[in-house]
T-cell receptor, first 113, second 116 residues
Framework: DAKTTQPNSMESNEEEPVHLPCNHS???????IHWYRQLPSQGPEYVIH???SNVNNRMASLAIAEDRKSSTLILHRATLRDAAVYYC??????????????FGKGTLLTVNP | GAVVSQHPSWVICKSGTSVKIECRSL??????MFWYRQFPKQSLMLMAT?????????EQGVEKDKFLINHASLTLSTLTVTSAHPEDSSFYIC????????????FGAGTRLSVL
């Protein structure tokens, strides 16, 4: 299984940017990098995904290293509602167009008011 | 965004009874749905992948006769925990992949199962 490494926890202050790192040194050429987050007692929520180029959406930005062995999820202005466990996942292709998401331990983000 | 509805959100049952959990994609068709289990302070563990109209594919170590999965339509999958025991108490989460936007999985809010 392709694996990712994330810090167990990070802290941020409200309205400040947050950079959540992820290492995936064994990534293969066809693996997409996905980020999901999970608020307490809820199911995960899709945040963003990318393959090679940096990506932006209304929730966050994803910066992917040139060698693709690491990536960083960027929350531009953290709010208290961003406090969650953030999962960096390599989307493994199983067969055909099928794939499955394997969740690691993720990073627990605490946002201080 | 797309919505996945999971029901019930919380269920308490006696040991030995069966519990059915429903997962519906409300505004998209889902050829593939997934069932996860999450124990307290742990990450999500994939239990099985179900494709509409065919048998589910179970992950290693998951008992297919205990966790029955049915995916009879493009918007509905069910997970039945048969003869539940206290060790089956967990947070069960379903997920659906949009048949058109295949890069994204949408998750339900989860079902907390407590077996007494």
């Amino acid at each position: 299984d392709a694996k990712t490494t994330q810090p167990n926890s990070m802290e941020s202050n409200e309205e400040e940017p947050v950079h959540l790192p992820c290492n995936h040194s064994t990534i293969s050429g066809t693996d997409y990098i996905h980020w999901y987050r999970q608020l307490p007692s809820q199911g995960p929520e899709y945040v963003i995904h990318g393959l090679t180029s940096n990506v932006n959406n209304r929730m966050a930005s994803l910066a992917i290293a040139e060698d693709r062995k690491s990536s960083t999820l960027i929350l531009h202005r953290a709010t208290l509602r961003d406090a969650a466990v953030y999962y960096c996942i390599l989307r493994e292709t199983t067969f055909g167009s099928n794939y499955k998401l394997t969740f690691g331990k993720g990073t627990l983000l605490t946002v201080n008011p | 965004g797309a919505v996945v509805s999971q029901h019930p959100s919380w269920v308490i049952c006696k040991s030995g009874t069966s519990v059915k959990i429903e997962c519906r994609s409300l505004d998209f068709q889902a050829t593939t749905m997934f069932w996860y289990r999450q124990f307290p302070k742990q990450s999500l563990m994939l239990m099985a992948t179900s494709n509409e109209g065919s048998k589910a594919t179970y992950e290693q170590g998951v008992e297919k006769d205990k966790f029955l999965i049915n995916h009879a339509s493009l918007t509905l999958s069910t997970l039945t925990v048969t003869s539940a025991h206290p060790e089956d108490s967990s947070f069960y989460i379903c997920s659906a992949r949009d048949s058109l936007a295949k890069n994204i999985q949408y998750f339900g809010a989860g079902t907390r199962l407590s077996v007494l």
